[in-house]
């Protein structure tokens, strides 16, 4: 006899952000919504093309937590990460750019990938 899981609730999995850690942080410190954080990453389409990296640029990427500065997926992603974890953050559509995408970059619809290293926060 096999237990099926509520629909509901594979339903709500795939609306959530997912934080696959590559490389632990001190797991002490984690950012709160109103601080600043600073961090490496690269974003990736579901076909595992790039759309974007701050390490191409050789220059982190700060923003403050909670305050609409990026898709609110980042905002989940990041606030689960301690200083200096890096993970994978897959964000469902609905917390990225959803079904406008991102015209000419992101297309509607699309989930996003992140390698993501929270390099610090103030």
Same mark, same amino acid.
């Given at each position: 006899?096999?237990?099926?899981?509520?629909?509901?609730?594979?339903?709500?999995?795939?609306?959530?952000?997912?934080?696959?850690?590559?490389?632990?942080?001190?797991?002490?410190?984690?950012?709160?919504?109103?601080?600043?954080?600073?961090?490496?990453?690269?974003?990736?389409?579901?076909?595992?093309?790039?759309?974007?990296?701050?390490?191409?640029?050789?220059?982190?990427?700060?923003?403050?937590?909670?305050?609409?500065?990026? &898709?609110?997926?980042?905002?989940?992603?990041?606030?689960?990460?301690?200083?200096?974890?890096?993970?994978?953050?897959? &964000?469902?559509?609905?917390?990225?750019?959803?079904?406008?995408?991102?015209?000419?970059?992101?297309?509607?619809?699309?989930?996003?990938?992140?390698?993501?290293?929270?390099?610090?926060?103030?």
């Amino acid at each position: 006899c096999q237990s099926n899981p509520h629909p509901l609730a594979a339903m709500s999995a795939a609306h959530d952000v997912r934080v696959e850690i590559f490389a632990a942080g001190d797991g002490i410190n984690y950012p709160h919504k109103g601080q600043t954080v600073t961090v490496h990453y690269t974003g990736y389409l579901p076909d595992g093309s790039m759309f974007d990296s701050s390490r191409d640029r050789g220059k982190p990427f700060k923003f403050k937590v909670g305050a609409e500065q990026v &898709i609110s997926g980042l905002d989940k992603g990041v606030s689960q990460l301690s200083i200096g974890e890096r993970a994978k953050i897959i &964000i469902p559509a609905k917390l990225a750019y959803g079904e406008r995408g991102f015209p000419g970059l992101i297309p509607p619809n699309s989930e996003l990938v992140f390698d993501l290293e929270l390099i610090t926060y103030t």
